[in-house]
């Protein structure tokens, strides 16, 4: 069985639309909300729709993670956002790799991304965290900041990250590919629906800084590229 771990803030515009497209590719599979506080009808609506709501009072995408993946019953674990941007239909093909002996698959939205999806600065900043991330911990990751994961929960332990925040997405794909079989799939990312929430100068900068002080504190690193994209 897989888990869906959707973390959510205030997203009743798209949080619906997701869910359902979930139970299109997955009637079977455990769709866990994880809110955090929303002040809109985002709560009411996932358990309306038959999805398990917990919530996490302290902000945090880390956080939000955290918590989803503590209550998690699945052997698979499938991330993506809740405001529309990551298409559910493409965790099935994730899923394959897994059978065929990765352990962790990474969306990778650089390749197919419009414009309205993703703005130049937002391309941009991911392309300079992208090179960091490779020099730094010498791992062929082209999207360090993708938020559509599928993995086997069994390596959790080994790869669950220490951040609390947007650091978090980058960490544990670093912590997967240095440790384990990694894969990057091509995926179709779409424009958010609803309110944006990214601080791309201020998220941008304290992800970069979390790279840098991981690198030298921890000591992660591999001693060559690991090469497994699609």
Known sequence: MISYIIPALNEEDSIGKV?????????EGEIIVVDSNSK?????I???LGAIVVNESELGYGRAYRKGFSIAKGDIIA????????????????SEYLKNGYDFVSGERLSNSSR????????????????FTKVLFMV???????????FKKEILKSIEPR??????SEEIKIRAATSFRYKE????????????????????ITNLLFLIKLRFRSGIRTKSFKHSRS
């Open 116 to 131: 309205d999806a993703m703005s130049l600065q937002h391309l941009i900043g991911n392309k300079v965290l992208n090179i």
């Open 79 to 94: 991330t993506l956002d809740a405001d529309g941007t990551y298409p559910p239909n493409e965790i099935a093909h994730m």
């Open 46 to 48: 996932a358990n309306s």
């Open 19 to 27: 869910i359902d497209a979930i139970r299109a590719v997955d009637k």
């Open 185 to 204: 799939h091509s995926i179709n990312y779409a424009r958010r629906m609803g309110e944006k929430k990214l601080r791309p100068w201020k998220d941008g």
């Open 163 to 168: 951040g609390w925040g947007m650091e978090f």
């Open 40 to 44: 809109d009808k985002t709560a009411e």
């Open 140 to 150: 062929d990751i082209n999207d360090s900041q993708s938020g559509m994961w599928v």
